[in-house]
């Protein structure tokens, strides 16, 4: 059985930086994991992407250039290191698995078929 937790968030002032970490268990060898978001009254988001059997990322252009989704196998772990934070980045950072890689990369929610249970970040002004 697949489990997801996610740990590492918090309260920063834009410009700041965090580091999301996502502990999994269970057996995931070259399955795909995504850190998405949603704030309240918005669409969940996808904000990261990484297939741990390629090493193979991708990110949105919201993001892309200061998120950076990395793993670490040994340890099973997960990580999103976040930096130039920025206020709309606000929301509930979810971790998310996926044995379904034939079709690469895929920041769809409806590919993920194991979820977290989500960590704050929360930007001020």
């Known amino acids: 059985q697949v489990q997801l937790s996610e740990s590492g968030g918090g309260s920063v002032r834009a410009g700041g930086s965090l580091r999301l970490s996502c502990e999994v268990t269970?057996?995931?060898?070259?399955?795909?994991f995504s850190w998405f978001r949603q704030a309240p009254g918005k669409e969940r988001e996808g904000v990261a992407v990484?297939?741990?059997?390629?090493?193979?990322?991708y990110y949105p252009s919201s993001v892309k250039g200061r998120f950076t989704i990395s793993q670490d196998n040994a340890a099973k772990m997960v990580y999103l290191q976040m930096n130039s934070l920025k206020p709309e980045d606000t929301a509930m950072y979810y971790c998310?698995?996926?044995?379904?890689?034939?079709?690469?990369?895929?920041?769809?929610?409806?590919?993920?078929?194991?979820w977290g249970k989500g960590t704050q970040v929360t930007v001020s002004s």
């Open positions: 998310a698995a996926t044995a379904t890689v034939r079709y690469g990369l895929s920041l769809e929610s409806s590919v993920y078929n194991y």
């Open positions: 269970g057996n995931t060898d070259r399955w795909m």
């Open positions: 990484i297939n741990v059997g390629s090493g193979h990322t």
